[in-house]
């Protein structure tokens, strides 16, 4: 059922006569750009991509760790989105984007905003510019960019108004912005052909934001913030990557919208998976959510002393507070038959796996 059957007002994307014709679909053989190739999502989606047949060229910075891709056969583009020279070199001959890359911490607004937001639009310009014909320009944002749920049960679906709550949101949404003006330019030569998909919290090998929660429960201990039970919805990178490609692929994903997540679980429910993997038995400490304001206050000394942005800084702790961020996979799942393939149980044995295969765990 569409947003008119359902009684729903449109979307806002792409109008009808900008829909891709036949010969700039994508195929195998394919080039893709995917930047941030040597992340998390970044590093699975490349390997996928590789697998269905595609060439990819990995956008890094010089001084990016990529033990995770380098034995990978693609080619390389050693730039970043605040180089216009090394974007139009990076850009030749692409038949796609995926932009994966993303600043997560920083000291102000600005930094956040002149790399997500301005970073993103130089990159889509450069694209279009360099390749007129080019067939998808994907944007992988956030469900930052929308914001957490209202209470438990409400799912955040794709014509929810976006009200995002700390810096980092503001610029992924000032990126779609972006990114979907660019595509509605009247008169423009070549229109973006714009598919923009939000994941949610993401986890997995190679994950290292959540590693210290697995870390945790191996040392039997399972931390709870406030006496009330606290939801999210989850994706595990491989599904995440699976997704990302079929937006890349199906025709009715240019100039839509998607958020990318599996079912919502309690953090008790992911700590008991975690806890199964690792056959540990934990003790529950719960943290009063007061906490956090020491927290943010000591990590503002730290970032004032180092001039570098802190893990739990009170840009993040702002998110940390909001006890529900739960969303919606309905559109993903009707327009482009996605389907989460890993339940939470095997796609945290397969990350405790990982872990412990690495020496992480």
Known sequence: MNNAEKGLPAEKGLPAE??????????AGSLVLVTGANGLVGSHLTELLLARGYRVR?????T???SFIRDLPVKWAYTDVRDEDGLHQACQGIDAVCHCAALTRALDEETFLRVNAQGTESLARAAIKANPDLRRFLQVSSQSAVGPSREDGDYVDELRPPYPTNWYGKSKLAAEQALLAMANEPGSSGRLPL?????TAVFGPRDRDFFSYFDLVKRGLELRLGREERRVSLIY???LAELIVLALENQV???QTYFACGPGHTYAEFSGAIARALNKRTVRITLPVAVLTP???VAQVQEWLTHRPALLNKQRIKDMREPYWLCSEEKARQELGFMPRYDLDTAV?????????????
Do not use: F, H
Request: charged content about 30%; some cysteine.
């Open 18 to 27: 900008t829909k891709l014709p036949a010969e700039r679909r994508l195929a």
């Open 58 to 62: 990995c956008m890094v910075r010089r």
């Open 64 to 66: 990016s760790d990529l």
């Open 195 to 199: 598919t923009i998909v939000r994941p």
């Open 237 to 239: 990178v491989r599904d």
């Open 253 to 255: 994903a240019v100039g």
């Open 295 to 297: 927290i943010g206050l």
């Open 349 to 361: 044995r397969e990350t405790v796996d990982w872990y412990q295969e690495n020496g992480w765990l």
